[in-house]
């Protein structure tokens, strides 16, 4: 049995908010939160941990970035909302409960905005939150760090996408675990 504040890839589910073509290039390093993002979405495929994805405002915002969404399931359709929290979209809830799980690896746009409101409230729904630093960021620097620690001292789990990799699989004989490797090296 792990220690509570350790994922379970059972108990997990992978949240992706906002990683839209209107912020190509215009956050605080783009290059970085991109490949991260991608690797998540990669590990939580080769674990089978849930998906689910959501796009504010596609309309004026453009839809996913493709370097993001070609990673998707094909069965995956972004959820699109106008709240800023993703809580605020009754077919995202309503996909999340449908997980049935209760730990909630949040990345994506942008990190004082849309995370940081999704987060509280996931918080406040009795979620346990997973926040990888190196897959979330902001347009400014300030922005970011600032809701990095607002977010950890709600009570969120501080994390990166090698640590959630790694407590997914848990050991070198995890079938998984070449697959896992190859994406954190």
């Not at 992706?16 to 912020?23: H, M, S």
């Not at 849930?50 to 070609?70: C, N, R």
């Not at 746009?109 to 346990?128: I, K, M, P, R, S």
């Not at 997973?130 to 347009?139: F, N, Q, T, V």
Request: glycine share 4%.
């Amino acid at each position: 049995m792990a220690h509570p504040r350790v994922l379970e890839r059972q108990q997990s589910v992978l949240v992706v908010i906002d990683v839209q073509e209107a912020y190509r290039n215009l956050t605080f390093e783009h290059e970085r939160m991109l490949r991260s993002v991608r690797r998540l979405i990669e590990a939580a495929k080769a674990v089978a941990v849930p998906i689910l994805a959501t796009e504010q405002y596609p309309k004026g915002l453009g839809h996913f970035m493709p370097e993001v969404s070609d990673g998707f399931p094909p069965e995956q359709h972004p959820i699109e909302k106008r709240s800023l929290s993703c809580c605020g979209q009754p077919e995202f809830t309503t996909a999340l409960l449908a997980t049935g799980r209760h730990q909630v690896v949040v990345c994506g746009l942008e990190a004082h905005a849309c995370v940081n409101q999704t987060v509280h409230d996931l918080l406040d729904q009795g979620y346990q939150v997973h926040l990888p630093y190196d897959a979330i960021s902001s347009r400014f620097e300030v922005d970011y760090r600032t809701a990095l620690e607002k977010l950890i001292g709600s009570g969120a789990v501080p994390a990166t996408v090698e640590m959630i990799c790694l407590e997914w699989v848990r050991t070198a004989d995890s079938p998984e675990f070449r697959t896992i490797q190859k994406l954190i090296k």
